[in-house]
Structures are given as structure tokens and as C-alpha cells.
């Protein structure tokens, strides 16, 4: 018996690293995204997620996107419409992880993020929110799907004194 519950005490040990691996693999995964999408690495940033392709709801036109070619056809469709506007210097910074939940092979994630880009050489930012869903695929985790939430994007103000 007494073997029993030592066995039983080493599993339940175990169970804590295993998902803080597994948080730690979901946000890395996702910073991939961000990190290859700020580079401007298309292919990188696509390899993120599942070769079956994610859902994708974003503020630009026409606002979703779905099925095995959606991360490109996002990414035309943003280039399209911020060349319009004349959008430049495009970045995304992730801020912490404020939400995440793990079922198995799945997760659903909350990140602080924030949206920084020059509109016709206007610094302008907005804070925002991305949501993630992701699936483990073999080892790794992919993003089948993610959402960019902010309000309407506003100057930078000056720094005080300047």
C-alpha cells in the first residue's frame, strides 16, 4: 500500500511540470507567430499554424478568413488595405499571457497585445487583445485559430517636454 501511494504522490508531481511545459510550448508558439509576422517572414509565420489552416478574424477587410490558404490570403488582404491607408512600419508586441486554458491536446489563450504603425508618417499605436486557439500536432502546438480585439488605433502622443 505504501508503495501505491508514493507512486501515486510521484504522478501527481509529475502532472504540475508536465503543464507548465505545455503553457510554456503554447506561448512560445504563439511569440513565434508575432516574431516572424514582425520580421515580415511570411513562411515562418505560417508554419505556425495547422497545415489545414486556421479561422482568422481581423479588423481589416473582409474581416475573416478560414481554410488551408487563410493565413496568406489574411496577410494579401492586410498588405492590400494598409498600402490604402498608407500604413508603414507595421508591429505587433505581445504583452503577458492574461488568460490560458489546456484541455489535452488543446488551448485557448489571451495575450495583451499591442499594434504599432506609422498612417501617412503619423506614429500611431493601439492596444488590443489576441486570442488564440491552438491544437498539439505530434509535439509541437499550432494555431488553429485567432482573433485580433482593439478599439480604433490613436496617435502616439509626444512625450511631455518634447
Not at 63 to 72: E, L, V
Not at 98 to 127: C, D, N, W
Amino acid at each position: 500500500m505504501k508503495s501505491f501511494l508514493l507512486g501515486v504522490a510521484c504522478l501527481a508531481a509529475l502532472l504540475p511540470s508536465a503543464a507548465v511545459a505545455a503553457n510554456a510550448q503554447i506561448e512560445a508558439t504563439v511569440r513565434q507567430f508575432i516574431d516572424a509576422f514582425d520580421k515580415g517572414d511570411a513562411k515562418a509565420a505560417a508554419a505556425t499554424h495547422i497545415a489545414s489552416g486556421a479561422s482568422i478574424i481581423d479588423e481589416v477587410p473582409p474581416y475573416g478568413w478560414q481554410g488551408p490558404k487563410a493565413f496568406g490570403t489574411w496577410a494579401a488582404d492586410l498588405a492590400k488595405h494598409d498600402k490604402a491607408l498608407g500604413i508603414s512600419e507595421e508591429a505587433v508586441t505581445l504583452g503577458k499571457m492574461s488568460r490560458e486554458l489546456v484541455s489535452g491536446s488543446t488551448a485557448y489563450v489571451i495575450f495583451e497585445a499591442t499594434y504599432s504603425f506609422k498612417q501617412k508618417g503619423v506614429a500611431m499605436h493601439e492596444p488590443a487583445q489576441m486570442t488564440f486557439a491552438l491544437m498539439k500536432v505530434g509535439a509541437a502546438w499550432k494555431i488553429a485559430g485567432w482573433t485580433w480585439t482593439g478599439p480604433d488605433p490613436t496617435p502616439v502622443k509626444p512625450a511631455v517636454g518634447k
